[in-house]
């Protein structure tokens, strides 16, 4: 758990226990609006209570980023938000279209495929490519101080390794934009995007197999969103297969309209994945204000107030 987490850990994992007297109380009207958090330093949350009884709740310290939606009511002297629980009855996975392989699938295909040869060509060649020789000044004693040193003429670089020469390192494709179609590479692409906090999230780390109609299977893995795998003229993919270390058993298998070329989409349901940040949270009534009691200090207000 990094740094942030393990602060955000503290400020709001505690309040999922506190789940009093929930089920006693009402939404109070007094209370709708849109309130902001106050007096957490490098922490920005926002708290929205709905005249319906909803509420939206969002938290941000650091590079951690958080939300949860749910229902509030008040209670005695507190306003209790409870947090919507994901729904693991529904597909992990969807699949969300096929769509025709264009200029942009060739373009992010050729940057992967150039970023692999990078990588390769950088661990055959080590730092062969970039060797340095470094001068190091000649120790002298004090009373020689004051003498005049020769410093040693400074060593060759190396010669690199056959292919290892900067020269020699891959260049950058071309933009598929300025090539006629019939030159692209091509094939199939796997996008595997969630939507969290209102952004498109590339998921790494999610196998996908392709199982063709003639009975081929493929397997790949997404990076950043994305997986590829080349064209097998006259077989099309019928099925695609997902599957995630990060959610066990959420195995998720989906037909294919038949495929020899695309992109196909699939949207993951981060609910699924990332709980919310609490089960229950506790506001205390202070005035106007809502003190969030179990984060330790701040208070939740409206700018009017």
């Known amino acids: 758990m990094g740094k942030a987490d393990a602060l955000l850990a503290a400020l709001i994992l505690p309040v999922s226990t506190l789940a009093a007297g929930a089920h006693a109380a009402t939404a109070d009207a007094a209370f709708v609006g849109h309130y902001y958090l106050s007096g957490v330093m490098e922490t920005g949350s926002e708290l929205l209570l709905r005249p319906d009884g909803t509420f939206a709740w969002y938290i941000s310290y650091g590079a951690v980023d958080q939300s949860a939606e749910g229902t509030w009511l008040r209670d005695g002297d507190a306003v209790v938000l409870t947090a919507r629980q994901p729904d693991r009855s529904a597909p992990l996975f969807a699949l969300g279209g096929v769509d025709v392989w264009d200029a942009d699938a060739e373009n992010r295909l050729l940057g992967r495929l150039h970023d692999d040869a990078i990588a390769a060509w950088e661990e055959r060649c080590g730092s062969a490519a970039e060797a340095v020789t470094a001068v190091v000044a000649p120790l002298v004693d004090d009373a020689a101080a004051t003498a005049p040193v020769e410093a040693p003429a400074p060593k060759a670089d ?145 700018p009017s107030e």
């Open 158 to 302: 190396p010669a690199p390794a056959p292919g290892c020469a900067p020269s020699d390192a891959p260049t950058e494709p071309a933009d598929a934009s300025t090539l006629p179609p019939d030159r692209w590479q091509g094939g199939i692409a796997i996008a595997v995007f969630a939507e969290q906090n209102g952004e498109r999230i590339g998921v790494s780390r999610v196998t996908a197999t392709l199982t063709y109609a003639d009975g081929a299977v493929a397997k790949v893995e997404t990076r950043r969103g994305w997986a590829f795998l080349p064209r097998k003229a006259g077989s099309r993919a019928i099925r695609l297969d997902l599957s995630a270390g990060f959610a066990e058993g959420r195995d998720t298998s989906l037909p294919l309209p038949p495929t020899e070329q695309g992109v196909i989409r699939i949207a993951l349901d981060a609910r699924q994945v990332i709980p919310p940040a609490f089960t229950t949270l506790r506001l205390r009534i202070d005035g106007k204000a809502l003190i969030p009691d179990a984060f330790g200090r701040g208070r939740y207000t409206r």
